[in-house]
């Protein structure tokens, strides 16, 4: 009795783009987050400088401060995670999620959430979120906290050099 080996093609590699990274609840932490998630979109072929990249780094930026500014709990840190999702590494989402142990100072969800008066020194940061990014949301952290979620679609036809053959990439008007 002779086993049988079956032959299958190669399946081709499968390449997971997640970052995760814990800062001090600083603004030197949400500075460091905002050049970390640039670098990293670098790593995963978003160049410097493209619209793509920017507009993460705005995003992000905006998202850490708040967790700084509004959801800072002394000692402990916050969490940036990015994650390419559904799909493959050009057609899917990017995913941007900021954790705080903050629970009690949640923002408002899209639906609720009211401009700045226009004399006020605060109050814009997820307005610019809410025009970056395609989604925005907040979700409960169990046991204690809360994370903001954004997303941003990757466009199709970018290529790894950052330029757009469909359409172009969406950026702040």
């Not at 995963?44 to 493209?50: R, S, V």
């Amino acid at each position: 009795m002779h086993a049988q080996l079956i032959t299958r093609p190669p399946k081709p590699p499968v390449t997971v783009r997640v970052f995760t990274q814990r800062f001090s609840s600083t603004r030197l932490g949400a500075r460091l987050a905002r050049h970390l998630a640039v670098h990293r979109l670098d790593a995963w072929g978003f160049p410097y400088g493209t619209p793509f990249s920017d507009d993460v780094g705005v995003v992000v930026g905006e998202l850490t401060a708040n967790a700084v500014t509004h959801g800072r709990v002394p000692g402990r840190d916050f969490e940036l995670r990015l994650a390419i999702v559904g799909g493959l590494a050009r057609t899917g989402t990017l995913r941007i999620d900021v954790t705080d142990t903050r629970t009690e100072r949640r923002p408002p969800s899209p639906d609720a959430h009211t401009p700045a008066p226009p004399d006020a020194d605060a109050g814009r940061g997820l307005i610019v979120v809410a025009a970056l990014a395609t989604r925005w949301s907040v979700l409960d952290r169990v046991p204690v906290g809360k994370t903001v979620r954004a997303e941003l679609d990757l466009v199709p036809g970018v290529t790894p050099e950052g330029t757009a053959t469909d359409r172009p990439i969406p950026s702040c008007p």
